[in-house]
Antibody, heavy 120, light 110 residues
Framework: QVQLRESGPGLVKPSQTLSLTCTVS??????????WSWIRQHPGKGLEWIGY???????SYNPSLKSRVIISVDTSKNQFSLKLSSVTAADTAVYYC????????????WGRGTTVTVSS | QSALTQPPSASGSPGQSVTISCTGT?????????VSWYQQHPGKAPKVMIY???KRPSGVPDRFSGSKSGNTASLTVSGLQAEDEADYYC??????????FGGGTKLTVL
């Protein structure tokens, strides 16, 4: 059974870069049948799609975040990562990684989420 | 791209049915049959309940059903149970490899 786990600093200073990694276990990130996504949820608010990556390195990003986001993949480690630059307090959120079905565009496996606070 | 529109709240008594709407545009909900619905309990990760407008993943009770008409998709929960109380989010493919979420609906079982 595929499981995803987010990891990374829980506290980031304003103007710095937020960096998170999602480790995939129980399956291969290179299976070819999925995109690998990042989603975030501001405190008490709804979900926001950040973007996703295919195992080949092909990416797609939310237009509202595109200028600050880089998603990368390391198939040798079965991991994919998120970098969000120039963060502000508005980037404080729970960040989830998820597996996204390639053909039907839905997220069937989610990580537990990790809280990132942007504060000096 | 703008977030899909959902009512902030919905409610029903045990055993009743409740329907949650999700309104978009012809560029997302109306343009593709890739609407999915997620259930999220407090402090937990979302769980997919419906995909491709009306398909249920294995393990999801058949009390949950989905439909779409024009630019509006709907999730219906029949035979409400206490454990159905949660937040529900819709999402849709929005073209050009983009996804968009709804703002979420808090479902209360009275």
């Amino acid at each position: 059974q595929v499981q995803l786990r987010e990891s990374g600093p829980g506290l980031v200073k304003p103007s710095q870069t937020l960096s998170l990694t999602c480790t995939v276990s129980g399956g291969s990130i290179s299976s070819g049948a999925y995109y690998w996504s990042w989603i975030r949820q501001h405190p008490g608010k709804g979900l926001e799609w950040i973007g996703y990556i295919y195992f080949t390195g092909s990416t797609s990003y939310n237009p509202s975040l595109k200028s600050r986001v880089i998603i990368s993949v390391d198939t040798s480690k079965n991991q994919f990562s998120l970098k969000l630059s120039s963060v502000t307090a508005a980037d404080t959120a729970v960040y989830y990684c998820a597996r996204d079905d390639l053909e039907d565009y839905y997220m069937d496996v989610w990580g537990r989420g990790t809280t990132v606070t942007v504060s000096s | 791209q703008s977030a899909l529109t959902q009512p902030p709240s919905a409610s029903g008594s045990p055993g009743q049915s409740v329907t949650i709407s999700c309104t978009g545009t012809s560029s997302d909900v109306g343009g593709y049959n890739y609407v999915s619905w997620y259930q999220q309990h407090p402090g937990k990760a979302p769980k997919v309940m419906i995909y491709e407008v009306s398909k249920r993943p294995s393990g999801v009770p058949d009390r949950f059903s989905g439909s779409k008409s024009g630019n509006t998709a709907s999730l219906t929960v029949s035979g409400l149970q206490a454990e159905d109380e949660a937040d529900y989010y819709c999402t849709s493919y929005a073209g050009s490899n983009n996804l968009v979420f709804g703002g979420g609906t808090k479902l209360t079982v009275l």
